[in-house]
């Protein structure tokens, strides 16, 4: 490999990479051999998929510009190495889960990869009405590993602390995420977009000023409050799936924040995924089936999550909070305590849930879920109903005692004509 940073293309990466032994092991040593495709459709990096007569790998570079805006916006490739670490404990703490790392090279912003054959991003899957048996359980129970083994829950002081240290300097990509998903929807800001029609919808938000506090002090949490490695960007375009196997992918934007992170940014982009049938479905039955899916799915996550964290919390807690020596030990019981965070957990994970679910419809970056609504009208009646939603879960987050209630809720949204 080339010291100083390049960029891969179709034609010089099986030059430049055949000469690394860990990638020619996997997919063979004579690069003309090899075929190469550039498949990456995410917001930042290049990915390809490599095939030769051994194997076929993943090679995903980061670019030193987003690529979704272009070099005018300045991004560093550390990334890369973010996302190698991320990788590596996410697959200490729930082994299976995400891509096995082959290769790593710093210098070229470069990791490489399991290439998973059979799988597919679950937000086409879930616009394509497809459903995957599993998936609540599986990611449920990953979320819960996450949040519970990067904790001082689990973690020893020290390892915590330094990690947390290792993490901190994520801080171009934590600033994306302070800017896109938690202040650029309640302003004018300059590279918003939105669907035409949401104007009064727009207003009622950016009038709020109870929502806007709020949305706020959860801004001041995701920058101060350092529970845990929280992967950071866990949307349904972060997840891959076959019919009956999850994985999940890309986690460039691991930082140490509020242990309901992930949770809250998933249950959204399940809800948009919910609000969005009607346009994707070509008849009622058929939206109601995948609809009540989908809710099932977000109802299945939580509770998963709650039954894992409420595992590991009897089985892994070896960390300095809530030690056995001043619970167990003295034949006190240490379940109010763990309730008492679960319900802090489940107030961050709605009132990310409700940001969320706002910045993907008013800031940049929106999801295809309500994209490839072509019909701009049907777009924005869909996209309203889910702007308001993410409203009230943000104004009552603390009041939301149990999923059951934003089922409800998004139920009654969908029922709603808003514009
Ligand atoms: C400029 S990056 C925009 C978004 O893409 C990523 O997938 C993250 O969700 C980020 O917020
Ligand atoms: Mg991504």
Not at 29 to 35: D, G, I, K, Q, V
Not at 64 to 75: E, H, K, Q, T
Not at 338 to 343: H, R, T
């Amino acid at each position: 490999m080339y010291k100083k940073y390049e960029p891969l293309n179709l034609d010089n990466l099986p030059r430049r990479l055949s000469t690394i032994g860990e990638i020619s092991g996997r997919v063979g040593s004579e690069p003309e051999r090899w075929t190469v495709n550039e498949v990456g459709d995410g917001n930042l990096n290049l990915v390809f998929i490599v095939t030769g007569p051994k194997g076929t790998i993943i090679v995903k570079q980061a670019l030193p510009y987003v690529r979704l805006v272009g070099d005018s916006w300045p991004l560093t490739l550390d990334r890369s190495f973010f996302e190698y670490n991320a990788l590596i404990r996410q697959n200490e703490r729930d082994p299976g889960i995400a891509p096995e790392v082959y290769y790593f090279d710093q210098e070229q912003g470069l990791i490489v990869m399991e290439f998973l054959a059979e799988h597919k991003i679950l937000r086409l899957k879930l616009i394509g009405g497809e459903k995957v048996e599993g998936l609540a359980t599986t990611v449920g129970k990953h979320c819960a590993n996450l949040a519970f083994k990067g904790s001082d829950l689990h973690m020893t002081a020290k390892d915590k602390k330094n990690d947390v240290a290792l993490f901190q300097k994520n801080n171009e990509l934590m600033a994306i995420t302070e800017n896109l998903v938690f202040t650029d929807p309640y302003f004018k800001a300059d590279m918003n977009q939105n669907t035409e029609g949401l104007a009064e919808v727009i207003k009622v938000l950016r009038n709020d000023v109870r929502m806007k506090s709020n949305a706020q002090h959860m801004l001041r949490k995701f920058t101060s409050n350092a529970e845990t490695m929280c992967h950071g960007d866990l949307h349904s375009g972060s997840i891959m799936c076959t019919s009956n196997k999850t994985r999940v992918i890309d986690p460039e934007f691991a930082f140490y924040g509020p242990m309901g992170f992930d949770l809250g940014m998933l249950i959204a982009n399940y809800l948009m995924a919910f609000f969005s049938q009607p346009a994707h479905r070509s008849s009622a039955v058929e939206t109601q089936n995948c609809q009540k899916w989908i809710l099932d799915t977000i109802e299945t996550t939580t509770k998963s999550f709650i039954e894992e964290f409420t595992l590991l919390w009897k089985t892994e807690r070896k960390g300095i909070l809530y030690p056995e020596s001043i619970f167990e030990n003295q034949d006190h019981s240490s379940s109010l305590a763990m309730n008492d965070i679960l319900k802090e957990i489940w107030i961050d994970a709605v009132t990310v849930c409700g940001i969320e679910m706002h910045r993907r419809c008013l800031s940049l970056a929106h999801n295809a879920d309500f994209e490839e609504i072509e019909d701009v009208k049907i777009r924005a009646s869909l996209e309203a109903r889910n702007l308001l939603m993410g409203r009230e879960l943000i104004l009552k987050a603390h009041s939301i005692s149990n999923v059951n209630y934003i089922l409800e809720m998004a139920k009654d949204f969908n029922r709603k004509d808003l514009i």
